[in-house]
């Protein structure tokens, strides 16, 4: 099993930056590939970003390539999202999540979830 907990949220001023931060706990980290996803209120729960279980291969969304990068360290059990040029529609409730082994942008296919971390930008 693995257990997933957020950190550093928070408000940022748009155009700013904030690093999020998702600690896992389990032997096997190593051996998941990483998502971040976030849920603006009254919408669907989209994903952000994935990285594969090595770290060698990262994915994003349209919507934040170029402004946010997924990053892990397996030494430390911790996955990391830089979110850079914060813009006002990045506002949401952001989770990690861990897959076995291959990434994937479609959260269902993510097995294990942490319980969220608020990002709120003001414009």
């Known amino acids: 099993q693995v257990q997933l907990v957020e950190s550093g949220g928070g408000l940022v001023q748009a155009g700013g930056s904030l690093r999020l931060s998702c600690a896992a706990s389990?032997?096997?980290?190593?051996?998941?590939?990483m998502g971040w996803f976030r849920q603006a209120p009254g919408k669907e729960r989209d994903f952000v970003a994935a990285?594969?279980?090595?770290?060698?291969?990262?994915y994003a969304a349209d919507s934040v390539k170029g402004r946010f990068t997924i990053s892990r360290d397996n030494a430390k059990n911790t996955v990391f999202l830089q979110m850079n040029s914060a813009k006002a529609e990045d506002t949401a409730i952001y989770y990690c999540?861990?897959?076995?082994?291959?990434?994937?942008?479609?959260?269902?296919?993510?097995?294990?979830w942490g319980q969220g971390t608020q990002v709120t930008v003001s414009s």
């Open positions: 389990g032997r096997t980290f190593r051996n998941y590939a």
């Open positions: 990285i594969t279980w090595s770290g060698e291969s990262t």
């Open positions: 999540a861990a897959k076995w082994v291959t990434t994937s942008p479609y959260s269902y296919e993510y097995e294990y």
